[in-house]
């Protein structure tokens, strides 16, 4: 069990410019989900998976994103023309499934986008 | 709607001091309550949760927090405070209702003076 890993760890782009991001879960964890943190301030629940299902998506998650789970295993978030505004944190977490109360999410380090 | 209010910003505590630092939530029914904390450079840690049962919840670290229905609160208390625990702590309300969410508070910076 190696953990969640989050690939890049940073990321600066031009406005405009498309990012993608990766998450690998740990393995045979069948729940994803990805928030946002900006400085100062909580994750924001953006989008979860269950599976390669995508069941639930925050309405922060504009139409410049789209995430993916294609094979219930690593997911990618993608942002397109990337605006000033999309400056955050953006965090993976991986959970086994079974009754969410007794469902615990392990989250990955992060990746760091900046905008310029 | 659920929300999750932290009203400290941050908190300065001496080594070995008591800590609590506070968590009011918003949910209509009973909740699923949490508490992370995040070092810098490091994932979110899950310190302990509360879903039912016993109000008082033991968790990692030596970290605890106690339920209280009629204040709508989850506070996090430690009775002697380290070094090491310097960091971001977040308090959280989870759903399973239309899929499952969490929502974090804005959290609560904690600096540990010598």
């Known amino acids: 069990d190696t953990g969640v890993s989050q690939d890049p760890r940073h990321k600066i782009t031009k406005r405009g410019q498309n990012v993608t991001f990766r998450c690998d879960p740990i393995?045979?964890?069948?729940?994803l989900y990805w928030y946002r943190q900006t400085l100062g301030q909580g994750p924001e629940f953006l989008t979860y998976?269950?599976?390669?299902?995508?069941?639930?998506k925050s309405r922060l998650l504009s139409d410049r994103f789209s995430a993916e789970r294609p094979k219930g295993s690593f997911s990618t978030l993608e942002i397109q023309r990337t605006e000033q505004g999309d400056s955050a944190m953006y965090l993976c977490a991986s959970s086994s499934g079974g009754p969410f109360s007794s469902d615990t999410q392990y989250f990955g380090p992060g990746t760091r986008l900046t905008v310029l | 709607a659920q929300s999750v209010t932290q009203p400290d910003i941050h908190i300065t505590v001496s080594e070995g001091a008591s800590l609590e630092l506070r968590c009011n939530y918003s949910?209509?029914?009973?909740?699923?309550l949490f508490w992370y904390v995040q070092s810098p450079g490091q994932g979110l840690q899950l310190l302990l949760k509360?879903?039912?049962?016993?109000?008082l919840v033991q968790g990692i670290k030596g970290f605890e927090a106690e339920f209280k229905r009629s204040q709508s609160s989850f506070n996090l208390r430690k009775p002697s405070v380290h070094w090491s625990d310097a960091a971001e702590y977040f308090c959280?309300?989870?759903?399973?209702?239309?899929?499952?969410?969490?929502?974090f508070g804005a959290g609560t910076r904690l600096f540990v003076k010598a």
């Open positions: 509360y879903f039912s049962g016993d109000t």
């Open positions: 949910y209509g029914a009973t909740p699923y």
């Open positions: 959280a309300v989870g759903s399973n209702t239309g899929g499952f969410k969490t929502i």
């Open positions: 998976f269950q599976n390669e299902a995508q069941l639930e």
């Open positions: 393995s045979e964890h069948n729940r």
